[in-house]
């Protein structure tokens, strides 16, 4: 099951509890335990901790090197932005480099905006809002946005 949006664990056990009801399925002990296993799936990912690699790749495109490379180093470079790239789960993220330090780093979105601090502590708010509130987990960023971030690469 793919998932498009960041919701809370409320808004997610009402989604599954519809799929289940919509479901055309033999034996209703299949119907449930299937949304149990949804369930705990989505509860264990909302858990994970949240990292500048969620929202934006940090690797620079191999494109944008300005150095003289081989094919090699160039295959193995895209291969890396590549798999950095497959870990965002955020769409619409960037880096805002007018706020770029060595260890902090600001991210806007069309919506919100984290901050991460150079002790890693993640910090989001609407974009238009001063106030910005600690984020630590999925969990956390779901409760914050009321399930308004659009996701990718999320299968649950």
Known sequence: MRIDKL?????????INDQILTLKCNSEDYSCAWGV????NYNDFLKQ??????????????NNIKVKRT?????????????EEDKIIFKGFNIDYGH????CIYINGKDYKVYFNKFGECFASKINSSMMSRVETLHDLA??????LVTKNIKI
């Open 143 to 148: 409760e914050l946005t009321n399930g308004e």
């Open 7 to 15: 919701s809370t664990l409320s808004q997610f056990v009402d989604f």
């Open 100 to 103: 770029v330090t060595r260890k």
């Open 37 to 40: 296993d949804r369930i705990t």
């Open 71 to 83: 094919a090699e180093f160039y295959n193995l470079k895209i291969k890396e932005w590549q798999h």
């Open 49 to 62: 901790p949240l990292t500048k690699g969620m929202f934006v790749n940090e690797i620079e495109h191999p």
